[in-house]
């Protein structure tokens, strides 16, 4: 069975600053790793996803993650947030090939202070 | 794209009602799972369907729970004589048939409020 940690509920930074929200997974196959954003009252976003290729992908808004196999983690970075950013962030695991169910981690709410 | 549907966006019942959900995927997919998010929490994987077949069902879908996909386009998300632990976002998501693993993609979700 997967599963997936988020070691930090709560991040504040102030603004401009860089971020990093942690992720890390357990699976026993091939894994493919997925970053939601959640705004209040909203379903969840896909940010940026690993399938395959190269371990660092990159979203449109400024995000990256670096898939880590030795270390098992999917960390989340970027390096100036906006105050757009404040939202919940949760990482996400599929394992196998086809459809699969997602596991996702316990969430990390990222709050940016001007 | 119109993304995926959900309704009604807020239901407030009673403990012991019947309620029930729906979900219109975006048009072109194929696949559309159910999950469930408590406060706090990531979303739980409750079910998920491939065309009009439930091919998997968590532990969590107790028998109070049943989810239909009649044609293979909408889905509905049944839960009788609610409990208060049912209290919780309910969301879809769905994705297309294709090589490797999709993303999903969800709708804004259902919020369940047992009185």
């Known amino acids: 069975a997967q599963s997936v940690t988020q070691l930090d509920s709560q991040v504040p930074v102030f603004e401009e600053a860089p971020v990093e929200l942690r992720c890390n997974y357990s699976s026993s196959v091939s894994v493919y790793l997925f970053w939601y954003v959640q705004y209040p009252n909203q379903g969840l976003q896909l940010l940026l996803k690993y399938l395959s290729g190269s371990t660092l992908v990159e979203s449109i808004n400024g995000f990256e993650a670096e898939f880590n196999k030795s270390q098992t983690s999917f960390h989340l970075r970027k390096p100036s947030v906006h105050i757009s950013d404040t939202a919940e962030y949760f990482c996400a695991v599929s394992a196998g090939q086809g459809a699969q169910k997602l596991v996702f981690g316990q969430g990390t709410r990222l709050t940016i202070n001007p | 794209d119109t993304g995926v549907s959900q309704d009604p966006r807020h239901k407030i019942t009673k403990r012991g009602q019947n309620v029930t959900f729906r979900c219109d995927p975006i048009?072109?997919?194929?696949?559309l799972y159910w999950y469930r998010q408590t406060l706090g929490q990531g979303p739980e994987f409750l079910t998920y369907f491939q065309n009009e077949a439930q091919l998997e069902k968590s532990r969590l879908l107790s028998d109070r729970f049943s989810a239909e996909r009649p044609k293979g386009s909408f889905s509905t998300l049944e839960i009788q004589r609610t409990e208060q632990g049912d209290s919780a976002m309910y969301l879809c998501?769905?994705?297309?048939?294709?090589?490797?693993?999709?993303?999903?993609?969800f709708g804004d979700g259902t919020r369940l409020s047992i009185l």
């Open positions: 998501a769905s994705s297309p048939l294709g090589i490797g693993n999709q993303p999903q993609h």
């Open positions: 048009s072109e997919h194929n696949r």
